[in-house]
């Protein structure tokens, strides 16, 4: 079993950044790659980022490509999303998890999940 624990978010002016962290516990992650969705009020859990078991590649979604970057610390069981030039457009619950693994050509879908952190909340505001 496997619990992931996030941390950071809050409220930020539009242009401001955040820093977000999912902290592993129970199991490591170290040998899976870990996705990052969010959920706006009214609307289906979207993808945002995709970072592979190493951390050496990265995938992201086409609305956050080039201002937010993901990132993992596997000593520390810990993965990362720092969110750059903010938009009210960004305002969501966020929420890190475990790719299911055999792994599929599809990264984007929530059912190729298996773990979810708890939650945190991103407000930007204009």
């Known amino acids: 079993q496997v619990q992931l624990v996030q941390s950071g978010g809050g409220s930020v002016q539009a242009g401001g950044s955040l820093r977000l962290s999912c902290a592993a516990s129970?199991?490591?992650?170290?040998?899976?790659?870990m996705g990052w969705f969010r959920q706006a009020p009214g609307k289906e859990r979207e993808f945002v980022a995709l970072i592979s078991w190493s951390g050496g590649s990265t995938y992201y979604a086409d609305s956050v490509k080039g201002r937010f970057t993901g990132s993992r610390d596997n000593a520390k069981n810990t993965v990362f999303l720092l969110m750059n030039s903010l938009k009210p457009g960004d305002t969501a619950v966020y929420y890190c998890a475990r790719r299911r693994m055999p792994y599929s050509s599809d990264y984007t879908s929530p059912g190729r999940y298996d773990y979810w952190g708890q939650g945190t909340q991103v407000t930007v505001s204009s």
């Open positions: 129970g199991r490591t992650i170290s040998g899976y790659a």
